[in-house]
DNA sequence: CCTGGGGCAGCCG
DNA sequence: ACGGCTGCCCCAG
């Protein structure tokens, strides 16, 4: 039985699992899924104040334009994980973002 | 490149 | 329950 969490941040989190290894997503398509397009923040902040950290794979999450953004334990960590999984990241960046870039639509 | 503003959830007092 | 502060953001200038 699937467990459905009605709190933003526990939605943020599912989708999270969702991800596939190798792709990303970004706040904003979470926040879409949502309903929230402007709730990328609050994304942010999900992912962030994160009590399921090893569960949940903030590090695929990066900026609209593939920019990593942030990493609570340290963007170093975040692309360290990133081309552990197979994506490439450069100067900060997701390498073929659009191409690696996972919808919830 | 940097600055300011907007909008939203989580955390703490 | 309430108010203020913060933040892994986004957008425009």
């Known amino acids: 039985m699937k467990f459905?969490?009605?709190n933003f941040k526990?939605?943020?989190?599912?989708l999270l699992e969702k991800i596939p290894r190798g792709k990303v997503t970004t706040y904003k398509e979470i926040a879409g899924a949502l309903?929230?397009?402007n709730a990328s923040r609050a994304v942010g902040n999900?992912?962030?104040r994160n009590p399921n950290?090893?569960?949940v794979p903030c590090h695929r999450v990066v900026g609209?334009?593939?920019?990593i953004g942030g990493y609570a334990s340290g963007v170093r960590a975040k692309i360290k994980l990133?081309?552990?999984?197979?994506v490439e990241v450069k100067s900060g960046k997701i390498v073929d973002f659009e191409e690696k870039l996972f919808s919830f639509n």
Do not use: H, M, T, W
Not at 64 to 67: P, Q, T, V
Not at 82 to 86: A, R, W
């Open 4 to 6: 459905v969490a009605k």
């Open 35 to 37: 309903k929230n397009p």
């Open 64 to 67: 609209f334009d593939g920019s």
């Open 53 to 55: 950290s090893p569960k």
């Open 10 to 14: 526990g939605r943020v989190l599912e």
């Open 82 to 86: 990133l081309e552990q999984e197979g």
């Open 46 to 48: 999900a992912c962030n």
